[in-house]
Nanobody, 124 residues
Framework: VQLQASGGGLVQVGGSLRLSCAAS????????LAWFRQAPGKEREFVAR????????YYADSVKDRFTISRDNAKNTMRLQMNSLKPEDTAVYYCAATRNVFSATYTVADYNYWGQGTLVTVSS
Protein backbone atom coordinates (compact mmCIF):
# COMPACT_ATOMS: atom_id res chain seq x y z
CA VAL A 1 0.00 0.00 0.00
CA GLN A 2 1.18 3.55 -0.74
CA LEU A 3 0.46 6.33 1.70
CA GLN A 4 0.47 10.07 1.24
CA ALA A 5 0.12 12.49 4.12
CA SER A 6 -1.08 16.07 3.77
CA GLY A 7 -2.53 18.93 5.75
CA GLY A 8 0.44 20.19 7.68
CA GLY A 9 1.22 23.86 8.10
CA LEU A 10 1.90 26.71 10.48
CA VAL A 11 -0.54 27.30 13.32
CA GLN A 12 -0.54 29.33 16.49
CA VAL A 13 -0.59 27.87 19.97
CA GLY A 14 -4.09 26.71 20.83
CA GLY A 15 -5.07 26.34 17.19
CA SER A 16 -6.19 23.32 15.21
CA LEU A 17 -5.09 21.38 12.16
CA ARG A 18 -6.41 18.32 10.42
CA LEU A 19 -4.01 15.93 8.76
CA SER A 20 -5.08 13.48 6.09
CA CYS A 21 -3.53 10.29 4.79
CA ALA A 22 -4.63 8.88 1.45
CA ALA A 23 -3.92 5.25 0.63
CA SER A 24 -3.69 3.41 -2.65
CA UNK A 25 -2.56 0.06 -3.95
CA UNK A 26 -3.79 -2.20 -1.16
CA UNK A 27 -6.87 -3.50 0.58
CA UNK A 28 -7.20 -0.57 2.92
CA UNK A 29 -9.50 -2.13 5.49
CA UNK A 30 -7.02 -4.94 6.23
CA UNK A 31 -4.45 -2.56 7.73
CA UNK A 32 -3.99 -1.11 11.16
CA LEU A 33 -3.17 2.58 10.66
CA ALA A 34 -1.24 5.02 12.79
CA TRP A 35 0.30 8.46 13.00
CA PHE A 36 3.84 9.01 14.21
CA ARG A 37 5.81 12.23 14.52
CA GLN A 38 9.42 13.24 14.57
CA ALA A 39 10.62 16.49 16.07
CA PRO A 40 14.02 17.95 15.16
CA GLY A 41 16.80 16.02 16.85
CA LYS A 42 14.43 13.44 18.30
CA GLU A 43 13.39 9.92 17.45
CA ARG A 44 10.15 9.18 15.67
CA GLU A 45 7.40 8.58 18.21
CA PHE A 46 3.94 7.07 18.26
CA VAL A 47 1.01 9.49 18.26
CA ALA A 48 -2.17 7.49 17.62
CA ARG A 49 -3.49 4.37 15.95
CA UNK A 50 -6.82 3.05 14.75
CA UNK A 51 -7.84 -0.55 14.25
CA UNK A 52 -8.84 -1.94 10.87
CA UNK A 53 -12.55 -1.35 11.47
CA UNK A 54 -12.12 2.05 13.06
CA UNK A 55 -13.86 0.86 16.20
CA UNK A 56 -10.89 1.29 18.53
CA UNK A 57 -8.39 4.09 18.85
CA TYR A 58 -5.29 4.52 20.98
CA TYR A 59 -3.27 7.62 21.80
CA ALA A 60 0.02 8.66 23.28
CA ASP A 61 -0.49 10.31 26.65
CA SER A 62 0.92 13.56 25.29
CA VAL A 63 -1.93 13.97 22.80
CA LYS A 64 -4.81 12.25 24.55
CA ASP A 65 -7.96 14.39 24.73
CA ARG A 66 -6.52 16.82 22.13
CA PHE A 67 -6.08 14.65 19.03
CA THR A 68 -8.60 12.39 17.32
CA ILE A 69 -7.71 9.70 14.81
CA SER A 70 -10.29 8.35 12.39
CA ARG A 71 -10.51 6.41 9.15
CA ASP A 72 -12.93 6.01 6.29
CA ASN A 73 -12.50 2.61 4.68
CA ALA A 74 -14.87 3.52 1.85
CA LYS A 75 -12.63 6.43 0.84
CA ASN A 76 -9.26 4.86 1.75
CA THR A 77 -8.40 7.77 3.99
CA MET A 78 -7.29 8.39 7.54
CA ARG A 79 -7.36 11.66 9.44
CA LEU A 80 -5.82 13.18 12.53
CA GLN A 81 -7.73 16.08 14.02
CA MET A 82 -5.39 18.08 16.22
CA ASN A 83 -6.79 20.63 18.65
CA SER A 84 -5.29 22.79 21.36
CA LEU A 85 -1.92 22.58 19.69
CA LYS A 86 1.23 23.25 21.69
CA PRO A 87 4.76 24.20 20.61
CA GLU A 88 5.90 20.69 21.56
CA ASP A 89 3.58 19.28 18.89
CA THR A 90 5.89 20.76 16.25
CA ALA A 91 7.19 17.86 14.16
CA VAL A 92 6.98 16.06 10.87
CA TYR A 93 3.94 13.81 11.04
CA TYR A 94 3.94 10.45 9.26
CA CYS A 95 1.09 8.10 8.53
CA ALA A 96 1.88 4.41 8.69
CA ALA A 97 0.23 1.06 8.07
CA THR A 98 0.72 -2.53 9.10
CA ARG A 99 -1.02 -5.80 8.27
CA ASN A 100 -0.75 -6.77 11.92
CA VAL A 101 -4.33 -6.40 13.13
CA PHE A 102 -4.09 -8.85 16.05
CA SER A 103 -1.64 -7.29 18.47
CA ALA A 104 -0.79 -3.88 19.84
CA THR A 105 1.41 -1.91 17.50
CA TYR A 106 3.07 1.18 18.89
CA THR A 107 6.63 1.23 17.62
CA VAL A 108 8.23 2.27 14.35
CA ALA A 109 9.35 -1.31 13.83
CA ASP A 110 5.75 -2.53 13.94
CA TYR A 111 4.85 -0.66 10.73
CA ASN A 112 5.86 -1.66 7.22
CA TYR A 113 4.42 1.16 5.14
CA TRP A 114 5.03 4.87 5.55
CA GLY A 115 3.89 8.09 4.00
CA GLN A 116 6.34 10.86 3.16
CA GLY A 117 5.53 13.08 6.14
CA THR A 118 3.92 16.49 6.54
CA LEU A 119 5.35 19.29 8.66
CA VAL A 120 3.36 20.81 11.50
CA THR A 121 4.75 23.94 13.10
CA VAL A 122 3.12 25.41 16.18
CA SER A 123 4.27 28.95 16.88
CA SER A 124 4.08 30.79 20.14
Amino acid sequence: VQLQASGGGLVQVGGSLRLSCAASGGTFRTYTLAWFRQAPGKEREFVARVTWSGSRTYYADSVKDRFTISRDNAKNTMRLQMNSLKPEDTAVYYCAATRNVFSATYTVADYNYWGQGTLVTVSS
